[in-house]
């Protein structure tokens, strides 16, 4: 079995985040648990095969701005 470092991976994240799991149908902020995704495709032994994109949210975030 793999062992994957969750809580590791979360702390990438600036608390400002904003991304889409691909298991959600709407994007997600950092205070949603971001790494949930990956452990419910873990626990399901799912694997990525195909994604689309469309624009759906923005997050201003300092002098940045990222649209999703």
Known sequence: ???????????LWHPSF????IIS?????YD????DWIAENI???????SYSIKPAANQA????MVVH
């Open 43 to 49: 626990a399901q032994e799912l694997r990525l095969e």
């Open 61 to 64: 975030a300092e002098n940045v």
């Open 32 to 35: 949603k648990r971001i790494a």
């Open 25 to 29: 149908p709407q994007p997600v902020r």
């Open 18 to 21: 904003i991304g889409w799991p």
């Open 1 to 11: 079995m793999r062992t994957v470092d969750l809580a590791g991976y979360q702390e």
